[in-house]
């Protein structure tokens, strides 16, 4: 089945410092969703993203689906930002392949 | 516009028992699906409804089931619970084709699930 791995596992910034994180996925996808999740686990949509770039605020994210990735940027983030971002991708089955996930942290 | 509803929001049962946990989707949306968080094996799929068919099921025992009632209302239930079956249970709603996989999904809040 598909594979789909985000880098870093993990990032540590400072307030006010700018991050990528990355998510590369093995096959063709259909669509592809950024989330957030938050300390009570709830998933907060970011991105809907199958191609393109898009930006809200201080995020943006982009998706080169011919080389299988997207990346997601967060500028001058803040301590709100902290928790763990997910991607997930759907290859036209009806069903989200999550990664694995990087967990952020901010420090104020 | 309401988002997706899950309850209950939190849940404590025996090893053995059943439980059923519920889902109101977004209104209009007729897609919902069921995913199972654990800190092991992270967020796995277990099935997607559109308009009361099953289109797709994860990997998953059949003590794991689910069902979608007319209004879009999707139920999951777990039989003879086990102590691994603790997990956060996310349910998420989209408004859904018949034919070209997802369109973009919302997630409810979640119910958690202890079996103790």
């Known amino acids: 089945g598909i594979q789909v791995e985000q880098s870093p596992p993990d990032l540590i910034l400072q307030e006010g410092a700018n991050s990528t994180l990355r998510c590369n996925f093995s096959?063709?996808?259909?669509?592809l969703q950024w989330f957030h999740q938050n300390p009570w686990g709830q998933l907060i949509n970011l991105f809907y993203?199958?191609?393109g770039t898009k930006q809200n605020g201080r995020l943006s994210a982009t998706t080169v689906a011919t080389e299988r990735y997207s990346l997601l940027y967060i500028s001058s983030s803040q301590t709100t930002d902290s928790g763990v971002y997910f991607c997930?991708?759907?290859?036209?089955?009806?069903?989200?392949?999550f990664g694995t996930g990087t967990r952020l942290k901010v420090l104020a | 516009k309401a988002g997706v509803t899950q309850t209950p929001r939190y849940l404590i049962k025996t090893r053995g028992q059943q439980v059923t946990l519920s889902c109101s989707p977004i209104?209009?949306?007729?897609?919902v699906s069921w995913y199972q968080q654990t800190p092991g094996q992270g967020l796995q799929f277990l099935f997607e409804?559109?308009?009361?068919?099953?289109?797709n099921k994860g990997n998953f025992p059949g003590r794991f089931s689910g069902r979608q009632f007319s209004n879009s209302r999707s139920e999951m239930n777990v039989s003879t619970l086990e102590l691994g079956d603790s997990a956060l249970y996310l349910c998420?709603?989209?408004?859904?084709?018949?034919?070209?996989?997802?369109?973009?999904?919302?997630f409810g809040q979640g119910t958690r699930l202890t079996v103790v």
């Open positions: 998420a709603s989209s408004y859904g084709t018949a034919s070209r996989g997802n369109t973009e999904a919302f």
């Open positions: 096959d063709s996808v259909n669509n």
């Open positions: 993203i199958p191609s």
């Open positions: 997930a991708v759907d290859m036209g089955t009806y069903k989200y392949i």
């Open positions: 209104s209009g949306h007729r897609s």
């Open positions: 409804y559109f308009s009361e068919t099953q289109r």
